[in-house]
DNA sequence: TTAAACTATTTGTCAATACAATCGCACGAT
DNA sequence: ATCGTGCGATTGTATTGACAAATAGTTTAA
């Protein structure tokens, strides 16, 4: 609709980051600030791409990232638009600590376990284990100021497996394995429901057979190579999957 | 690694399908059938282009597609590969019942409610109503053979609201919209769990109270407007979300 | 009056090119 | 033997240019 150059202003023309990543955040940032209301119409590539005296791939570029992630719609012979509906943060290979951090939630963590044991079957097939060499199993109690919220059961390769109990209780599981050069690239993951162990449910407070959402995950690194295999419970009444999904 | 020129002999270079589809339909076809194993390097993207008489522009968006989708991974300096570890499907803004067609688990569906009602509160806000025109809401079983699986609960909008039971029996929802026109482009969705309601555990077939997996999902068109809004519970043992998630 | 045809606008696709950044590896110096 | 250094290979970023296709609105024709 409106010209919106002020908002492009001091553009890093030869840092390290990307023109149209900087490009792309600014709108990021100005539809969540609520400067770009829902429905409101950019100005269209030509023209964005000569106030920002960049070239039309670069500013389209900058846009297809938004599309991509659900903020923007484009419609040939239309126009770009602010999508409807608030959107939220959709599901990310992020660890549940930073969610919780970023939200202030006020999050800590109990290691109830932490050994060192011979992976059984299932653990084998997802991590791609080649021997029996022992692996690393931990299992966390993760809070928010006093309630827990989840039960957190993992699995590290041989090559990762020299973590601490102590650096586990003051550093997230992720921020670790990135300290330790590991990339975490893909995932596969899976989110399902079933009652409660004795287990589980003396740690949440709640009878054994109530319900808790779990989530399974594998995740990979730049070669493959499985990273971490975990194993969550989460209680059902503090914790849920909250995801914007895109048709392409 | 090798050339793979023949996948890509009869490239319809003036159809309406863009090029750079048909290169990344082939690829995921060849990936998927197994003729090109997890951790093949495909070749660099300039001798792809020459082989294949594109510019560089249009193959790397092609594989652009296959990255984004976390079939392929992409190192600078390196190449691209395909990536490791069965990658499945993601969750994507399709149906039940086109998903339990196309694993052939014989759907069929019930229609256990259908009417037409002033819409309650968070209905309202969903759908984003601007008045309390009645909306058309539904309650169906979804079965595969004869287990039961889930029960949905969807409100349409009163501009999409002239759908019958007897359609809903035969059809998918997500069909009988697109028959109408609706476009179905972006969902906002959260995954959680809960106690089943009594009417739950009488479908399912378990006692009330057994934990069942929930999904929310409000779908919204090109223009934003919200086309559906659902409430669905899924029996936890027949039923989960799978999903692939890649770090960009 | 109504429907068809045209037009302006805007995104979609594709090409050809240039240079930068990163990675693995071989080679060489210490 | 070990640690850098440099080089080739490969993807990442950005520009310029051209034409195609879809949409909404306007004008024209029946």
Redesign the interface.
Known sequence: MESFQSLFDDLERSGPVPLYFQIARRIEGAIESGMLP??TKLDNEVKLAEDLKLSRPTVRRAIQELV?S?LL?R?RGIGT?V???K??RK???SSLLDDLTRDNMNPSTVVLLHELVVPPGDVVEAL?LQDSTPVLHIKRLRLTGNDPIALLENYLPPELSDISAEQLESQGLYQLLRAKGAT????????????ATREEGEHFGRPA?????TMTR?V?D?????VEFGVHA?L?EM?????????R
């Open positions: 829902p429905g991509t659900g719609v419609r638009q999508v409807h509906g959107i939220s599901v990310e290979l791609d975490m690239r893909v995932a596969k993951q899976r989110i399902g429901a079933r009652a057979g109530s319900p808790v959402l594998t990979y730049n070669g493959g190579r499985a989460y059902p914790y849920s999957f909250e995801m914007t999904l895109v048709d």
